[in-house]
């Protein structure tokens, strides 16, 4: 069945340094990608998303590129702030029934 | 336009009680999936509702059951709590006709099963 892989965090930064969180999947077919962002207390909130192979999705200073070839869809930024501190979820979705298959999370921290 | 709404935001059970978790879809969508986030964890999809059915279901026991109502509201019903069922549960709504699988989510009911 499909799956998403995450990095394991957390993952401590100091304020404007770069953030790289990894993210590979296993799925039968051309799934959609996305990454969720979940700040503490809180539901989930789209990030960004891609939809075909090659495609870049970005929001907010974040990037991702789905990487067909290399099953990889990791997110980056190139300065954080300590606003950007949450949970990351990666996820991909079957395009037949729009169900999402997570992966655990990555918890980011950033300090001043 | 009104987002995801869910009710109630925590809820205290114990053993073997039975609970109702609600929620409202964001308006124009006709589809509603609910998630189980266990501590720590990514969301586990539990089922999906498109026109008042059930369309597609997790590795979840059939204690677990839901409802689509005409104005595409939903319930997640839970039988015969267990300990494992705390968590947040999210329900997510989107829409068949958009074109894309892009789903919106509410905030989340917490459960804790005592």
């Known amino acids: 069945g499909d799956s998403v892989t995450q990095m394991e965090g957390p993952v401590t930064l100091s304020e404007e340094a770069f953030l790289t969180i990894n993210c590979t999947y296993t799925?039968?077919?051309?799934?959609?990608l996305f990454w969720y962002v979940q700040y503490p207390g809180e539901g989930l909130q789209l990030l960004l998303k891609?939809?075909?192979?090659?495609d870049k999705g970005s929001n907010k200073g974040f990037e991702a590129t789905y990487r067909k070839e290399t099953t990889s869809f990791h997110l980056e930024k190139g300065s954080v702030q300590v606003s950007d501190s949450a949970v990351y979820f990666c996820a991909l979705s079957d395009r037949g029934y729009s169900t999402l298959t997570f992966g655990k999370g990555t918890m980011l921290l950033v300090s001043p | 336009e009104t987002g995801v709404t869910q009710s109630p935001t925590h809820l205290i059970k114990t053993r073997g009680q039975q609970v109702t978790l609600r929620c409202s879809s964001q308006?124009?969508?006709?589809?509603v999936s609910w998630y189980q986030q266990a501590l720590g964890q990514g969301p586990q999809f539990i089922f999906q509702?498109?026109?008042?059915?059930?369309?597609g279901r997790g590795n979840f026991p059939p204690r677990f059951s839901g409802l689509q109502f005409p104005n595409y509201s939903s319930e997640l019903n839970v039988n015969a709590l267990e300990l494992d069922d705390s968590a947040l549960y999210l329900c997510?709504?989107?829409?068949?006709?958009?074109?894309?699988?892009?789903?919106?989510f509410g905030p989340g009911t917490r459960l804790t099963v005592l």
């Open positions: 997510a709504s989107s829409s068949r006709t958009s074109g894309t699988n892009e789903q919106f």
């Open positions: 308006s124009g969508h006709n589809t």
């Open positions: 799925a039968t077919g051309y799934p959609s």
């Open positions: 509702y498109y026109r008042e059915e059930e369309n």
């Open positions: 891609a939809t075909k192979a090659d």
